[in-house]
């Protein structure tokens, strides 16, 4: 899906190896007084229309030149990082990945979930200085259910490959309220956990001109129904671009766990 990034990624300058060798108990030993880093998240990611999962990491705080994510039980390693050249001087702060995204007929849920299980995982990193740093981060396999979504008032199409033709300005995206977690009784979903409420923490609406890199985004509230596309977009949709507009609306829980909806229309002449 590749969306997050338009709200937590950052460019990464200088060179980054990743350390296969293993690393000596001490460098890593737990203690109490371990710095924390600022943001830790790790999360799922569901792109419902596409069918298909994949893991995301935010980790940001105190410049460091290790770090090592892992998740319970032994050598159960997840990401390693060692820096090197001048960069290792300068040390980085902040670091988002996001995973291959494969579709569920090449990796279906349950052997995804298998692959990344649930449960506690570590972020643990040496700053510059040779403190260390180290964050717990809970992941869980509940994701929310897809928001139903509507342009205009009028059904949002399923896909991209049949867009909702002949939408007039301005464009109102609205969406019904997100209150459970996927439906494991759906053909192709029964690798997830039972359904179960869930807490929304936000809705993302991401509006952009397919293969362009022009775009708009917003993060919501939970209590928010409707995002109005902003004009300047549509406006150059319209005149360079044919009137194609596609549109994405995420639901993320309070895991940091998110599902997004894609779908696409065509303003009207």
Same mark, same amino acid.
């Given at each position: 899906?590749?969306?997050?990034?338009?709200?937590?990624?950052?460019?990464?300058?200088?060179?980054?190896?990743?350390?296969?060798?293993?690393?000596?108990?001490?460098?890593?030993?737990?203690?109490?007084?371990?710095?924390? +880093?600022? !943001? #830790?998240?790790?999360?799922?990611?569901?792109?419902?229309?596409?069918?298909?999962?994949?893991? #995301?990491?935010?980790?940001?705080?105190?410049?460091?030149?290790?770090?090592?994510?892992?998740?319970?039980? @032994? #050598?159960?390693?997840?990401l390693?990082?060692?820096? =090197?050249?001048?960069?290792? @001087?300068?040390?980085?702060?902040?670091?988002?990945? !996001?995973?291959?995204?494969?579709?569920?007929?090449?990796?279906?849920?349950?052997? +995804?979930?298998?692959?990344?299980?649930?449960?506690?995982?570590?972020?643990k990193?040496?700053?510059?200085?040779?403190? =260390?740093? =180290?964050?717990?981060?809970?992941?869980? #396999?509940?994701?929310?259910a897809?928001?139903?979504?509507?342009?205009?008032?009028?059904?949002?199409?399923?896909?991209?490959?049949?867009?909702?033709?002949?939408?007039?300005?301005?464009?109102?995206?609205?969406?019904?309220?997100?209150?459970?977690?996927?439906?494991?009784? !759906?053909?192709?979903f029964?690798?997830?956990?039972?359904?179960?409420?869930?807490?929304v923490?936000?809705?993302?609406?991401?509006?952009?001109?397919?293969?362009?890199?022009?775009?708009?985004?917003?993060?919501?509230?939970?209590?928010?129904?409707? +995002?109005?596309?902003?004009?300047?977009?549509?406006?150059?949709?319209?005149?360079?671009?044919?009137?194609?507009?596609?549109?994405?609306?995420?639901?993320? %829980? %309070?895991? +940091?766990?998110?599902?997004?909806?894609?779908?696409?229309?065509?303003?009207?002449?």
């Open positions: 899906m590749n969306r997050t990034y338009r709200t937590l990624s950052t460019m990464l300058g200088g060179f980054v190896a990743v350390a296969l060798t293993i690393t000596s108990p001490s460098a890593w030993s737990d203690d109490d007084d371990d710095m924390g +880093f600022d !943001e #830790h998240e790790i999360f799922f990611e569901l792109n419902y229309t596409d069918e298909d999962l994949g893991i #995301h990491a935010l980790i940001d705080g105190e410049a460091w030149k290790r770090l090592k994510i892992e998740g319970e039980g @032994k #050598h159960r390693k997840l390693d990082i060692r820096i =090197k050249g001048n960069l290792r @001087k300068q040390g980085l702060t902040e670091l988002f990945f !996001e995973s291959a995204e494969p579709e569920f007929e090449d990796l279906n849920p349950a052997a +995804f979930f298998a692959r990344f299980p649930a449960g506690i995982y570590n972020a990193g040496v700053t510059l200085e040779g403190d =260390k740093l =180290k964050s717990e981060m809970e992941i869980t #396999h509940l994701l929310p897809p928001a139903e979504t509507f342009v205009n008032g009028m059904e949002a199409a399923e896909d991209c490959d049949t867009p909702l033709m002949g939408v007039m300005r301005p464009v109102d995206i609205t969406w019904g309220e997100v209150e459970s977690s996927i439906d494991n009784t !759906e053909e192709g029964e690798g997830f956990p039972p359904t179960a409420d869930i807490e923490v936000n809705y993302q609406v991401v509006a952009e001109i397919d293969e362009e890199p022009f775009n708009v985004s917003a993060i919501l509230g939970p209590d928010a129904r409707s +995002f109005v596309i902003p004009a300047e977009l549509l406006d150059l949709a319209a005149d360079e671009f044919g009137g194609a507009v596609k549109f994405e609306v995420l639901v993320r %829980e %309070e895991s +940091f766990n998110q599902t997004g909806v894609e779908s696409c229309f065509v303003l009207a002449p």
